[in-house]
């Protein structure tokens, strides 16, 4: 632990940063979604792009707010704690008497009798709902596992109609991403940001605590207001037990590279945790928006 006699780092002013200096952001091209011709995730195929529609496009802010009821969860790379901090924000819901489900669309890296993420969540939280899209055996992108693996990719589509399914009868539904935002589901480019939108749901961002992190947070909040999504804040995967200098400054710095707050610190070496000792911890490294219990505090 480090305590308040440890350097204190002043706030970036980066507020003109954070919208672009006040320029319009333009929404990167995208194939156009097509409409589902049948059950279950589509072939790989190819065709020529067509513009992503524009922010303006995007769904209204009114019709985006949710109690909390549909969550995706991405990083800003891979291997930053998605998974564990997925863990928590269900471990939190489960204390509050919720139910849960947890969507992994893509597993990839995982062989048909391993246990992937979704069973990492299960083992931690407890009784969660969880689903899997698709599993492809090669630690890679999923629409470059797919490929290699000869099997059909997951769609954006099936996403969300995977999503609307399980809050239907959920209380909050979670969806973990795999890696980044941007990270490739089909041969058509489709990502977690076009799942997220169709589904109209919030975005949260897992980011590494160290050197480096604020200017791969800022991008991916870029990648967010350009596809128009709302992100209720940013976790850090994985804080470590002594945090260096970089680590303590990035606590008041990231709040404006992402553009929104730092809503919790899950600690270093958290999935190693006993399931019973993460599910009593776990609430307490997450703020109330997302279901914490209340106690936690960003050190000074």
Same mark, same amino acid.
Not at 187 to 207: F, I, N, Q, S, Y
Not at 211 to 220: C, E, R
Not at 221 to 232: F, I, N, Q
């Given at each position: ?32 979604? +097509?409409? *589902?011709?049948? &059950?279950?995730?589509? =072939?790989?195929? /190819? !065709?020529?792009? #067509?513009?992503? $529609?524009?922010?303006? @496009? ?37 204390? +509050?008497? *919720?139910?849960? &489900?947890?969507?992994? =669309?893509?597993? /990839? !890296?995982?062989? #048909?009798?391993? $246990?992937?993420?979704? @069973? ?181």
């Amino acid at each position: 632990m480090w305590h308040a006699s440890a350097p204190r780092c002043a706030r970036r002013r980066a507020r003109a940063d954070r919208t672009g200096g006040g320029g319009r952001l333009s929404a990167p091209r995208r194939p156009a979604l +097509r409409p *589902r011709t049948g &059950a279950g995730p589509e =072939p790989v195929c /190819t !065709g020529q792009a #067509a513009p992503f $529609p524009s922010k303006a @496009a995007a769904p209204s802010a009114q019709s985006r707010r949710h109690t909390m009821s549909v969550l995706f969860v991405t990083g800003t790379g891979t291997e930053i704690g998605k998974t564990v901090t997925t863990a928590a924000i269900a471990a939190a819901a489960l204390a +509050r008497g *919720r139910s849960v &489900a947890v969507l992994k =669309p893509a597993q /990839t !890296g995982v062989t #048909a009798h391993e $246990p992937g993420d979704v @069973a990492e969540v299960e083992r931690l939280a407890g009784p969660v709902t969880g689903v899997e899209l698709a599993r492809y055996p090669e630690p890679l992108a999923p629409a470059t596992a797919a490929l290699r693996a000869g099997l059909p990719p997951v769609g954006p589509q099936d996403i969300a109609e995977a999503t609307a399914k399980l809050a239907a009868s959920h209380d909050l539904v979670l969806v973990e991403g795999a890696g980044g935002l941007l990270v490739r589901f089909d041969a058509d480019g489709h990502t977690l940001a076009d799942a997220a939108r169709l589904a109209e749901a919030p975005v949260l961002v897992v980011a590494q605590a160290g050197l480096g992190t604020l200017n791969a947070t800022a991008l991916t909040a870029l990648a967010l207001r350009a596809y128009g999504l709302d992100s209720p804040g940013v976790v850090i995967g994985s804080w470590p037990a002594e945090p260096d200098l970089a680590s303590r400054c990035n606590l008041a710095d990231l709040p404006d590279a992402a553009g929104a707050p730092l809503l919790g610190l899950v600690p270093e070496g958290s999935g190693g945790l006993a399931p019973q000792a993460f599910r009593a911890a776990a609430p307490g490294w997450l703020a109330s928006a997302l279901g914490g219990s209340g106690a936690f505090r960003i050190p000074s």
